[in-house]
């Protein structure tokens, strides 16, 4: 166990480094000079001497690089430019309000799939499957940022149960304000976790274990229940940590149309404002939590499933 | 059946995009204020926005752009990532090593986070998602392809080819990726919606497509505004974009069962 902890950890090291790498790289891609560019406007010959020294770029590469790692490790992204406060602790208090829309969008998603997706795998090419199916494959070409603008227009602006944008003040009007961004989001990551899941339940149905159970006479609601699902329960842990980057690209879209203060409404507005440290910051940032999160996936899987190991 | 009905519907919205203009769709831009805000009619199937714009006219110029975005990011990306991919699985050794890590840093990010960090350099455009959208997406492809080829250069035909002493490139393209082919085939189908959703969702950010161009993600954009009052600015086109993606889908699952092949979890 222990070793195959660390194996996957050592594998993991090198994509670390080149998602560091691809942050740090950014700046230096603009074609241009990437100062000239931030400034626009107020582009001083001093203020871009001043800019280039706060932001480093006057160093040696390797010694930016290392400069940055430091930074990143510590949570010290500098200043933005145009916020003119610390990275750090803007992304820190917008990552809150992001995992908790993310955490709700989880749930949404998972309530409509899951059942969805043992109903069509009992009830294989039978009407319900096709009915789910289809379902899905709308689902799978809706744009989610036209999904929820059909909520806000039946929900919030139509029937005014749920405000149309922000983030609302007190628990009960903070969920209600996550709750359209949510949905939106859960139909969005619905269909995907749909098809996995149901073939999953499928290649379950039909293992050795099932028909042993079966022949021993447990009813099929408790064969279902109790050896089925157990089994899919992984299966639903491998496959929300395999579409992680799916589900954070969608909630980056859906904060801006919600307005809600998260991650990805400062990444669209950072690169509207060419605030290029913020963007990589928070490109580091969101690559990391998909190989962290990848990484708890398959530790998890690890010491639900003992064959993984060997 | 599931194939030919995915082949029809994006074979009509194919059609009308080339064809717009014989059939009187002219001009997306043409305004005409005194028509402003007008719910849809004989006139004007999807109703006008705030400048008297014709919706229908701006959807089926709006085609011209995603579909294609759609097909040619699609296909560039899979041509890429199959050849590298075949490379990765036949050879082996540091070349797949170093092909599949740079592959899984790609798969770690968001794909949304790196192609807007990518628009963010290259500029806000239609050449930054084309160039956004390449640079993501041919890491699926290679990763399918490889895997793929790891089981195929086990199999009783490729050793053949390999014992008859046939050039290297002669087996790679002759004989392994005709086989390849399929798996990737059927995933693009879905690949081609997400790119063209992809596209909107860029331009409905306003980093994508610039208004007053047409484009699926800039109409459904300029239609928020009025959500209240004229709500078939963003509604109607969406229900556009949902079909055409259904056709796509379908498309990629009467393939996959006549192809034998069930790629669901590779994205």
Known sequence: ?310 | MTLWLGVGIVGIAVILAIGTNWIGFTNPNEQDLGASLLAPSVAHPFGTDELGRDILTRVLHGARIDLSFGLITTYVSLVIGMFLGALAGYFGGVTDTVLMRVVDTVISFPFIVLILAIASIVGAGLLGAYVGVLVVSWALYARLTRGEMLVLRETQYMMAAETLGLPVRRIIFVHAIPNLLRANLVFSMSDIVLNILTLAALSYLGLGVRPPTAEWGTIIAQGQKYLRTAWWISTLPGIVVVLVGVGFALIGDGLADRLGEDVTGAA
């Open chain 1, 1 to 310: 166990m222990f070793a195959y902890i660390g194996r996957r950890i050592i594998q993991a090291i090198p994509v670390l480094i080149i998602v560091t790498l691809v942050a740090f790289a950014l700046i230096h891609l603009i074609p241009g000079d990437p100062v000239k560019i931030m400034l626009a406007s107020r582009a001083t010959p001093e203020a871009i001497a001043t800019v280039r020294h706060q932001l480093g770029l006057d160093q040696p590469l390797p010694i930016q690089y290392l400069r940055f790692l430091g930074g990143a490790l510590r949570l010290n992204f500098g200043n933005s430019l145009f916020l003119r406060t610390s990275i750090g602790p803007i992304i820190a208090k917008r990552a809150k309000d992001s995992l908790a829309l993310l955490v709700f969008s989880v749930l949404v998603s998972l309530v409509i799939a899951v059942p969805m997706a043992i109903i069509s795998a009992v009830r294989r090419n039978r009407p319900t499957d096709h009915l789910v199916r289809m379902f899905s494959t709308f689902a799978f070409a809706m744009p989610a940022f036209w999904t929820g603008l059909l909520l806000v227009l039946f929900f919030a602006l139509r029937l005014r149960l749920f405000p149309t944008s922000g983030l609302g003040e007190g628990p009960i009007n903070y969920l209600r304000s996550l709750t359209l961004p949510s949905i939106t989001i859960g139909f969005y990551l619905a269909p995907v976790l749909l098809r996995s899941l149901r073939a999953s339940v499928i290649e379950t149905l039909s293992a050795e274990f099932v028909e042993a159970a079966r022949a021993r006479g447990l009813s099929e609601r408790r064969v279902l229940f109790k050896h089925v699902l157990r089994n899919s329960l992984i299966a639903m842990i491998t496959v929300l940590g395999v579409n992680v980057g799916f589900l954070i690209s969608g909630a980056v879209v859906i904060e801006n149309i919600f307005a809600l203060p998260g991650l990805g409404s400062l990444l669209v507005s950072s690169i509207l404002a060419r605030d290029y440290p913020v963007i990589q910051a928070l490109t580091l940032v969101f690559g990391v939590t998909v190989i962290v999160v990848n990484l708890l996936v398959d530790l998890s899987y690890a010491a639900l499933d003992p064959r993984v190991r060997l």
